[in-house]
């Protein structure tokens, strides 16, 4: 049976299989969860050249070692952390019962059980490592899965769609490409558990579809992630780190760096420090082979609106451009690191998700006053704060909310495999990566086992009622 879906009359006969197969197949051995997990990590290794090939020509330019970095080798990794897991993550919890029930022999445990089909609806971004990571703790927490692949990026998708067809069973794993209205389809399907990662705007239309169906959702949306520098940050190292970070995948990172928070004082320095860190990692731009592309004319047009808009309204704009090179002439959608000083909360690039390499520097006098304006805002995906100074980081870690949060660089907390990843409010739900992932596609059955002996009736707690069960629940009510 063909794993790949291409109508959206497709989609609902195929979770239908999915679930009477998972349903047949049940208990499934953790050698079935492990066997599928090697055919994860093989279909990877052996197709990394492919894969790469794949999102480059999607993008127009994208760095090989780029995308081995960030989609072939943490996908890859990850996939044999899950393996590695798995079986200690899914022992049952053994649970305390109430005095004197486990005097009696009464047991109490939580068994980690799979939910049945998971659906995947996987960005553009990295297409590859946003498919097939949630897709490895899916399978580790033994369930079947359906993987929607962005459509801006076909070719990937294809690719995805035809490499999983050649390793898994349609009931095992299959894999729907297509537009709109299939990806629409597919959100509004009634799956045990609905992934999706992506932007907060489709995020809530996800959400509403998976509503009808009380389908469960894991969301991994995005927002505004500041960076605070503080005044005791080493300035040169904290740049070149920005600058790796904003300028990775040209900025189209859910996690990168959206605004710096700036020290009036230091402004220029850390300017400075953007501009040392451009030339020193490219010190070309328009035509070297390790800055990507953006996607499509679409998302680079939105972000020169966004430029305009922010220079339009009083802005200070200015490109790190080390090699003088004229952008207007190429089509390449190449964008060089654009810097927006005396942001205002008007300006587009203030109000929405950046999602590319523009980065607005905003100056505060105190600290206080850069906890507030994060505060002031909506609950960011990521956190930043570089500094040395131990009681201002910790005044930033306990009066700011964020989904997650890395000291003295960026983006680094996501590529530790034990800890969890998500959101909080705008920014997304739940969370995959650590013990919380393979619990989040996990249905915690709770089972008691009662002991032979009439527990109720010794304690006098059957009717009818007497003096005697009166006396005790007073007793137990008692401070």
Avoid at 371 to 384: E, K, S, T, V, W
């Amino acid at each position: 049976m063909s794993a790949t879906l291409t109508d959206p009359a497709m989609l609902k006969p195929m979770l239908e299989a999915q679930q009477r197969a998972f349903i047949a197949a049940r208990p499934e051995a953790l050698s079935i969860r492990r066997d599928r997990l090697d055919r994860t990590i093989a279909l990877l290794a052996d197709n990394d050249k492919a894969l790469c090939d794949a999102m480059s020509e999607d993008y127009g330019n994208r760095s090989e070692v780029q995308s081995m970095l960030t989609d072939i080798l943490v996908s890859i990794r990850f996939a044999k952390y899950c393996r590695e897991k798995m079986a200690h993550w899914a022992k049952p919890d053994s649970r305390s019962v109430q005095f004197p029930l486990g005097l009696l022999g009464a047991k109490a445990e939580v068994r980690y059980e799979p939910k049945g089909v998971v659906g995947i609806i996987s960005p553009w971004n990295f297409p590859v490592n946003l498919a097939f990571g949630p897709l490895a703790q899916v399978l580790a927490a033994g369930n079947r899965a359906m993987i929607k692949p962005s459509e801006s990026t076909p070719t990937t998708a294809n690719l995805i769609a035809e490499l999983v067809g050649a390793r898994f069973d349609a009931h095992e794993v299959a894999v729907a490409t297509g537009g709109v209205d299939v990806a629409k389809a597919f959100s509004a399907l009634p799956f045990d558990h609905l992934v999706f990662t992506g932007s907060t705007e489709t995020g809530r239309k996800v959400m509403e579809a998976a509503g009808t169906n009380l389908t469960p959702v894991t969301l991994e949306l995005g927002g505004k992630s500041p960076a605070i520098i503080g005044a005791s940050a080493d300035l040169e190292r904290t740049g070149s780190r920005i600058v790796t970070g904003k300028m990775m995948n040209a900025g189209q990172i859910c996690i990168a760096p959206d605004y710096l928070l700036v020290p009036e004082s230091m402004e220029d320095g850390v300017i400075a420090s953007l501009e040392l860190g451009v030339l020193d990692q490219y010190p070309t731009v328009r035509d070297n082979p390790d800055y990507a592309s953006v996607i499509n004319d679409s998302q680079y047009s939105r972000l020169q609106e966004m430029v305009a808009d922010a220079r339009d309204k009083g802005g200070d704009v200015m490109e790190i451009n080390p090699a003088g090179e004229d952008f207007s002439a190429s089509n390449t959608r190449k964008m060089p690191l654009t810097i927006i000083r005396n942001p205002t909360p008007d300006m587009q690039a203030m109000q929405e998700e950046i999602f590319g390499p523009v980065l607005p520097v905003k100056t505060y006098r105190g600290i206080d006053e850069a906890i507030q304006f994060i505060n002031d805002g909506g609950r960011p995906l990521a956190l930043y704060y570089f500094g040395n100074d131990s009681a201002e980081r910790d005044a930033v870690l306990s009066r700011t909310i964020s989904g997650g949060v890395t000291v003295n660089d960026v983006i680094f907390h996501n590529t530790v495999e034990d800890m969890p990843f998500g959101g909080v409010g705008a920014s997304g739900i739940g969370a995959y990566h650590g013990v919380e992932g393979f619990r989040e596609f996990s249905h915690a059955r709770a089972v008691y086992t009662q002991p032979k002996i009439d527990v109720a009736g010794m304690a006098g707690l059957k009717p009818p009622y007497g003096d005697r069960a009166r006396k005790m629940l007073h007793m137990m009510a008692r401070k």
